[in-house]
Structure formats: structure tokens, C-alpha cells
């Protein structure tokens, strides 16, 4: 696919369906996440604007059997591959 065909990347996204910031558009395409200057494939969720992603905390889950995330801040990036 070439450039063009590729939707504009959000502020913010999540991976979860049930998210409000969940875009299937964009994961029609492969995206990475760089997060203070190294690649990272935990993240759920980013926010780039204010500085932050989610990533699962270890193995643990909630009572739903979703994992637990915690709030990583620092410099985000979002790129296609």
C-alpha cells in the first residue's frame, strides 16, 4: 500500500474495541510505538499529546480477566511500519 492510502494517525488510541479511541481504520495497517526513543510492543494505549501510554502490569488481570495497565509518561511517538 502506498502512503497516501494510510489514515492520518490520532492523538490518541487505544487497541481495546470497547475504547472510545478505538479506530479500526488504523489498525488496517501495521503501527509501532516509540516511546522515550525505544520501540515498544506492550503499549494498549497513547496519548501523545499529553505524554503517556498504557502497558499491561505483569501478568496480573482484574476480575474480568482484562490485564491491569498502568500509566507510563514520558516522550510518544507513533509511526507506521
Same mark, same amino acid.
Given at each position: 500500500m +502506498? /502512503? +497516501?492510502a494510510r489514515p492520518?494517525? %490520532?492523538d490518541r488510541l487505544s487497541i481495546d474495541p470497547r475504547s472510545p479511541f478505538h479506530v479500526p481504520a488504523v489498525f488496517a495497517h501495521e503501527v509501532g510505538i516509540r516511546f522515550?526513543? #525505544?520501540e515498544r510492543g506492550d503499549? /494498549? /494505549?497513547y496519548c501523545i499529546s499529553e505524554g503517556?501510554?498504557?502497558v499491561p502490569a505483569g501478568k496480573t488481570v482484574d476480575r474480568r480477566g482484562? %490485564?491491569?495497565m498502568? #500509566?507510563?509518561k514520558g516522550q510518544v511517538e507513533a509511526f507506521y511500519r
Open positions: +502506498t /502512503e +497516501t492520518a494517525l %490520532p522515550n526513543g #525505544k503499549v /494498549e /494505549e503517556w501510554v498504557r482484562q %490485564p491491569l498502568i #500509566k507510563l
